[in-house]
């Protein structure tokens, strides 16, 4: 199988990894740690892959892309996840805030929102999961209710990642709570600091900043802030989770562990029981076999469809628990280790804590089984 994605693909990777290179240290373990410095680089690194045109490779030129295509940004994620994502919560307005805005957005809104995305300098989070109502967005409970000036919105979001560093939130609400799923909700683009938005950490083992509770109580939204059509919220929200799920390129942060861990090992390697470096070639198989899956949904001609996205993600996420575990074992207890005398600086155990969570976030393993079956049994 050839996975060759073209001579300008390649010149893309190198210039990336060059910037990785030298603006990511070693002991990077992503943003949303205990340490401010750690998100400060974030920030400071996504500003300087816009300057070089590469946050948001993949985009238009009339809003801040450059003029790319799939395939360069499938190399801008797959990079950044090898390199423990080095964008931060920007990701979520690069692979499908963005595309959704200029999917379904008015002049004004493409205006405002999208130049701020494409230069790294905003930071948007997603009001979709509700206590009862996580897996089953459809069933979600938050009401807008109309009035002369628009609407007012209350109700609970959980585990909205990045609520407490965000500066924009793309909202779910019913609008026509007793219409059917294809009616009754609508999007708004809300900014965090308005009157009626209250945030409240989650503590979690993924560590600080990463999951909240947001209380919405008479939030006022107006027209404006409406993202496609009332009512066409669910439609919207499908396209948009497809993005999502194949906007992270979890396979190559797999690749990159067992790769770094077979340098590390050195010698030691030859040691290893049989059975180990046998499940490890197999974890090399199904990654490039999540890699395929991937390909296919981003290539589609007609844009991701969400069953073969949550084909990818089934496969990608199981990965992902599969490769921690095969870690912990071929480096035993030094794999619990923390800090920047660690294995990989504490590398494997923070890839373990987030691989746990890799089959509830976005939509269950559950739920993305039940959208792929629909797909092939013809929606039955």
């Not at 450059?66 to 360069?72: E, I, K, L, N, P």
């Not at 423990?84 to 805030?97: A, F, K």
């Not at 009754?184 to 990463?210: K, N, Y």
Request: with cysteine; charged share 25%.
């Amino acid at each position: 199988m050839d996975f060759e994605l073209g001579e300008r693909a390649d010149d893309v990777r190198s210039q990336l990894q060059e910037m990785l290179r030298a603006g990511v240290p070693d002991d990077f373990l992503g943003a949303f740690t205990d340490d401010p410095a750690d998100l400060a680089l974030t920030m400071r690194f996504c500003a300087e892959l816009a300057e070089a045109g590469l946050l948001c490779i993949g985009w238009p030129g009339e809003y801040g892309g450059g003029d790319g295509t799939v395939w360069d940004q499938t190399v801008v994620r797959e990079e950044m996840w090898a390199w423990h994502e080095p964008r931060g919560p920007q990701y979520m307005g690069v692979n499908w805030v963005g595309p959704a805005i200029m999917r379904h957005g008015t002049p004004e809104q493409k205006a405002r929102h999208l130049p701020p995305i494409a230069a790294g300098s905003v930071i948007w989070c997603q009001g979709f999961s509700e206590p009862e109502a996580g897996s089953d967005l459809a069933s979600l409970r938050t009401t807008a209710t109309r009035d002369a000036d628009g609407w007012l919105v209350s109700g609970q979001k959980v585990w909205t990642s990045y609520a407490t560093m965000a500066s924009w939130c793309v909202l779910a609400a019913a609008t026509a709570p007793s219409e059917p799923t294809s009616r009754r909700l609508t999007l708004f683009l809300v900014p965090m600091d308005r009157p009626g938005i209250e945030v409240r950490p989650i503590a979690s083992m993924l560590g600080p900043h990463h999951l909240n509770e947001v209380f919405i109580d008479d939030l006022r939204v107006t027209d404006a802030d409406v993202l496609g059509a009332p009512g066409d919220g669910w439609r919207i929200m499908r396209d948009a989770l497809a993005y999502e799920r194949v906007g992270i390129a979890r396979y190559a942060r797999c690749e990159a562990l067992l790769a770094r861990v077979r340098e590390f090992l050195r010698d030691g390697w030859d040691d290893l029981p049989e059975s180990v470096r046998t499940r490890w070639v197999r974890a090399l198989i199904e990654i490039r076999v999540a890699k395929l899956l991937a390909y296919v949904a981003v290539g589609g001609e007609d844009g991701v469809d969400d069953a073969a996205a949550s084909a990818a993600r089934i496969v990608t996420t199981t990965l992902d628990q599969t490769v921690a575990e095969l870690l912990f074992e071929a480096l035993g207890g030094a794999a619990l280790d923390t800090g920047t005398d660690a294995a990989l600086h504490g590398a494997i155990e923070d890839h373990w804590r987030y691989a746990q969570a890799a089959t509830v976030a976005s939509g269950t393993i559950e739920i993305q089984r039940i959208i792929t079956a629909r797909k092939i049994l013809g929606g039955r």
